[in-house]
Structure formats: C-alpha cells, structure tokens
C-alpha cells in the first residue's frame, strides 16, 4: 500500500514556480510603491508553499507491505529512510477497528496480539480502511482460528 499522491516532482516544480511568478509580480510593484511590508510576507508564503510541498512529495516514498502466510502476519514500514518490520502469529492475531463517530476522529485499522499493536494504513481514507479490515479478516480470522490461505495470501 502506498500513500495516493497525484502531484509529481516535475508538477510540484511547475506549480511553484507558477506560483512564484504570480506572487513575485504582485508583490514587487506593490513593494516599489512603497508598500514594504508586502515583499517580506510573500517570502514568507513562498517558503510555506515550499515546505509544505516538499513533505508532500516526500510521503510518495512511503510503503506498508503486509504479508500474511500460513504462521505469520509481517508488516513492513517503509518510511525512507527508516524501514521496520513487524511479525505477529497468525494464529492469535486479531484485526480491530478502533476510534472513528466523528469527522475529527477518523478510525484506526490495528493488527494486535499478545498486548502489541501496530496501526496500518493511516494513509488510506475511511472506506479504503473499512475494505482492508474485512479483507485481512478473511485472512487472518479469528483468535484461534487460521483459516486456509488462497493463492495471493498478501493483502
């Protein structure tokens, strides 16, 4: 799974420095005319747009590999540059769906056992989470029942 990030690097480029350009021929004349304050605060707008550009393109190289066999459940986090990777016993492994009833509270898909928890897909919406949960379900099962794998036993 992979976070949905629509913008490219060579879109985000073109976007900013449209951007720039647009800003940067309001703000001069104005700043020429005496209006000083004006420059400084475009900057300052630019250097947000920036930031907060470059954190968006840098979730495009985040990854959640689950993998469920017939003894295990592995999830691996791919958040470069830290990788971890996180195995549960399939035979006591429960998927649970916590927290949500409300716009600011959105909910949270966790794989648990053995008092460990580990939320996956944080990035996917509500719908996109609610179909993983029954999916990993049909996988996983309940405590204490591993039903048989199909082939593509990965989610």
Known sequence: MAPNCSL???????FFGGLCAGTLAIALPLT???YWPVLPFA?????????????SLARRDHRQIITVTEDTIAIEY???PRFDRVVFPRHWAQVRIRGGGSPLQ????????HGRRHEVGS???EQERLSLAGRLRRLIGRVNESPPLSLGGSA
């Open 8 to 14: 490219s690097p060579r879109g985000a480029r073109w």
């Open 32 to 34: 020429l005319m005496g």
């Open 43 to 55: 900057g300052l707008e630019l250097g947000l747009l920036w930031w907060a550009l470059r954190g």
């Open 78 to 80: 791919c958040e470069p």
């Open 106 to 113: 959105p909910i949270r898909l966790t794989v648990e056992s």
């Open 123 to 125: 990035f996917l919406n």
